[in-house]
């Protein structure tokens, strides 16, 4: 069985999307893998409820119980390498994770660690991409699903969504307006390299 760790910090829109799909499309008998587990760094992260109602382990890891990045990443390695498989090293996916892992994180999950964004990247990568994209003007905005590499917001492009920005948006509801687009294409994203791996 592959199994796949979520990492969220907040909401867990997308995580939600993630395991919805990961039900609705059988990605257990397709593709042998299913959602282990989601980690938060937040005790009180609301996409923890919804993720223990729906039978999966929930895990808490507070980033300010350690004395450095470095410290509080070792532990998360730790945690996240308990779904290891034999052969089938787990996917990570970061969704809404607002943390910045250091390079030897990144390094260890190379190829394995995903990422959505809600910019199209290479534009506007780092936080308050709505309103930042409202100020500059653009007459799209959206987001990205990428591979996760040292560098922040960057890396390799898995999938985009393009909505329009409209006349009188602000940065909440343009941003209303992506993530009911980032909750199409991360499932997807996640589902098409899992077909590719199976
Ligand atoms: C999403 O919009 C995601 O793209 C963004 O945080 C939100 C999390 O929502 N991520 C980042 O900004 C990462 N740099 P969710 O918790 O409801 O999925």
Redesign the pocket.
């Known amino acids: 069985m592959k199994n796949i760790v979520i990492l969220?910090?907040?909401?867990?829109?997308?995580?939600a999307a993630i395991v919805k799909a990961a039900k609705r499309e059988r990605w257990e008998d397709h593709y042998g893998a299913r959602v282990a587990a989601v980690i938060s760094n937040k005790a009180q992260a609301k996409?923890l409820q919804f993720a223990s109602e729906e039978g999966i382990v929930t895990e808490v890891l507070d980033h300010k119980a350690f004395p450095s990045r470095e410290a509080f990443d070792a532990a998360l390695s730790q945690l996240i390498d308990r779904y290891d498989s034999p052969g089938q090293p787990v996917l990570v996916l970061?969704?809404?994770?607002?943390r910045i892992l250091t390079p030897g994180f990144v390094k260890r999950y190379a190829g394995r660690l995903f990422?959505?964004?809600?910019s199209l990247l290479p534009a506007f990568s780092g936080?308050h991409?709505h309103q930042r994209a409202i100020d500059a003007g653009c007459q799209v905005a959206g987001?990205t699903v990428h591979l996760v590499t040292a560098e922040l917001?960057h890396g390799p492009i898995l999938a985009q969504a393009v909505v329009p920005v409209l006349p009188g948006d602000t940065a909440d509801t343009l941003?209303a307006r992506?993530?009911t687009q980032?909750h199409l294409i991360y499932p997807r994203a996640v589902a098409q390299w899992l077909r590719k791996m199976a």
């Open positions: 969220i910090s907040g909401g867990g829109s997308n995580m996409g970061l969704a809404g994770f607002m990422n959505i964004h809600p936080l991409t987001a917001d941003s992506v993530l980032e």
